[in-house]
């Protein structure tokens, strides 16, 4: 466990510490990056935590240190299966998904089910219980983006046939879900655009390997380097305590419902320029090695993140050469 890191995040969390005190959660994806950073900060508050995982890209590892808590139920599942629940939920966050690029090409059904079925699953779960719900969409559902930086107002630009569709598209479709759920029940349901996040228990092997743990990866074992395309596409990279801190309060503060928030960082970087600070903090021999860009890979994500700043109080504070430190002190002790 990253304990340190945990305490840090509890540290920023204030009042919200008591909201969280003896709720039961339910964390769908909760075994993956994101899940298991989420089931680790709410076991440390006293929540009761039930995670489901199919652990089709999450781990069992991540949630080692948890299995024996007594406030902790790990239910391995598919959520786009129906599930019930005896004891009360108070709160759904919904994580379940493939996230890497490579998994699109490989698993776009699964991707499409666990962004349709999946949170149709957990938006019956929420309604059963009369649970709040949160799901955690993404900067894709704005495609290659034309508005930089992209405010929760613009619209997307997105091909429903191109070689992410089956991720943008089910993300916002499972952006409809919620918003036909709080339409015609009422529910109390919010919507996270989550953009880049990064840090420890990231995966950096085969299909599942984003931009920044392969980058670590390949910079550790002075293996070539891999930047796709010339470079110069850019993203914002958020460190995994930030986008927690803003999860939770998103996920646990009154007032919210029916907002539809971006959260991320808005440090902008090219692609190539995150290689070289990736060898530079490695004290890396990897050359760069340019190979051809993905279809439909977006030139340019940044957020604007003016909204999550104002309603949820806060602000990333870990600055991306800081973070990466930390990454790739845990690559290097894993
Ligand atoms: N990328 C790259 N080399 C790699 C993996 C990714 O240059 O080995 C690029 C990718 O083309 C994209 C960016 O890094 O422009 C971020 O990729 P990631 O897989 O993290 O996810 P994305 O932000 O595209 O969803």
């Not at 902008?268 to 004290?283: F, G």
């Amino acid at each position: 466990m990253n304990a340190r890191e945990v305490k840090e995040i509890i540290g920023t969390l204030g009042d919200i510490r008591e909201d969280v005190h003896g709720k039961t959660v339910l964390v769908t994806g909760g075994a993956g990056f994101l899940g298991s950073w989420l089931c680790d900060v709410l076991v440390e508050l006293d929540a009761n935590v039930l995670c489901i995982d199919n652990l089709a890209s999450g781990l069992k590892s991540n949630i080692s240190e948890l299995l024996d808590k007594d406030n902790f139920t790990f239910i391995r599942h598919d959520i786009t299966q129906p599930v019930f629940f005896d004891e009360d939920l108070d709160v759904v966050l919904h994580l379940a998904s493939r996230a890497s690029p490579f998994e699109f090409q490989r698993f776009p059904i699964q991707i499409l089910k666990a962004n349709t079925l999946g949170i149709w699953v957990a938006l019956g779960l929420a309604k059963r219980h009369k649970a709040r719900l949160l799901y955690t969409s993404t900067s894709e559902i704005y495609g290659n983006a034309t508005e930089i930086p992209t405010s929760e107002e613009y619209t997307g630009n997105v091909n429903p046939i191109g070689a992410r569709s089956c991720y943008d598209e089910a993300k916002r479709c499972g952006e409809s879900f919620v918003t036909a759920y709080r339409l015609e029940h009422g529910m109390d349901a919010r919507i996270a655009r989550l953009f880049n996040t990064y840090g420890p228990r990231m995966r950096a092997d085969d299909i599942y390997g984003r931009v920044v743990p392969r980058f670590i990866d390949q910079a550790l074992k002075n293996a070539p380097i891999t930047v796709f395309g010339d470079g110069s596409q850019t993203r914002s990279f958020c460190y995994v305590t930030d986008q927690i801190e803003a999860l939770l309060r998103f996920a646990f503060l009154e007032d919210l419902d029916g907002k539809t928030v971006n959260v991320g960082s808005d440090e902008e970087i090219t692609i190539v320029a995150l290689a070289e600070i990736i060898k530079k903090l490695t004290n890396s021999a990897s050359n760069i090695k340019f190979e051809d860009l993905p279809k439909d890979d977006p030139l340019r994500r940044r957020p604007d993140i003016g909204k999550a700043k104002d309603l949820l109080n806060w602000k990333p504070k870990v600055g991306l050469e800081k973070g990466l430190e930390r990454t790739i002190r845990w690559f290097r002790m894993k």
